[in-house]
């Protein structure tokens, strides 16, 4: 089965140690709303240059939620690049990560920013009916 699902989120993102260097470690904790609904949590490694708008970022958070009527968890890597304010962002579900009923799940998420509100679109494919 394929599917798309929408929906919003809030993040927090918190720093881990000291941050001293120029590569930061962050927490992240997310809450799903919409076709999606469930928290995640994972790590960030962040990096800001110096030219204004210019940054990229790497993640891992592993999602716990309901997709499709179906419950259990999957993985999502992050790779993220600011160039002078234009974002590239490439969100994936790591393959054979969906554990329980979401076992096979795999997808793209894109997430979009407006108006200070996060918005999710998961592009996904599972197998066997809902």
Same mark, same amino acid.
């Given at each position: ?6 929906? +919003?989120?809030?993040? =927090? ?9 120029? /590569?930061?470690? $962050?927490? /992240? ?14 790590? $960030?490694?962040?990096?800001? =240059?110096? %030219? ?10 592993? %999602?716990?939620? =309901? ?7 999957? +993985? *999502?890597?992050?790779?993220?690049? $600011? ?7 490439? %969100? %994936? ?17 894109? /997430?979009? *920013? ?8 998961? *592009? ?7």
């Amino acid at each position: 089965m394929h599917g798309e699902a929408r929906g +919003t989120f809030e993040v =927090t993102l918190q720093p881990i140690g000291g941050n001293e260097g120029p /590569i930061g470690l $962050m927490s /992240i904790d997310k809450h799903f709303h919409g076709d999606l609904q469930g928290r995640s949590v994972g790590r $960030m490694l962040a990096f800001r =240059t110096p %030219v204004e708008g210019s940054a990229g970022y790497v993640a891992m958070e592993r %999602v716990t939620a =309901t997709l499709a009527g179906r419950q259990g968890a999957f +993985t *999502l890597q992050h790779n993220g690049v $600011m160039t002078r304010g234009e974002p590239q962002l490439s %969100v %994936v579900v790591v393959p054979d990560s969906g554990s329980e009923g979401l076992l096979g799940l795999s997808g793209t998420l894109h /997430i979009t *920013l407006s108006d200070g509100r996060h918005e999710y679109r998961l *592009l996904y494919a599972l197998p066997g009916p809902a």
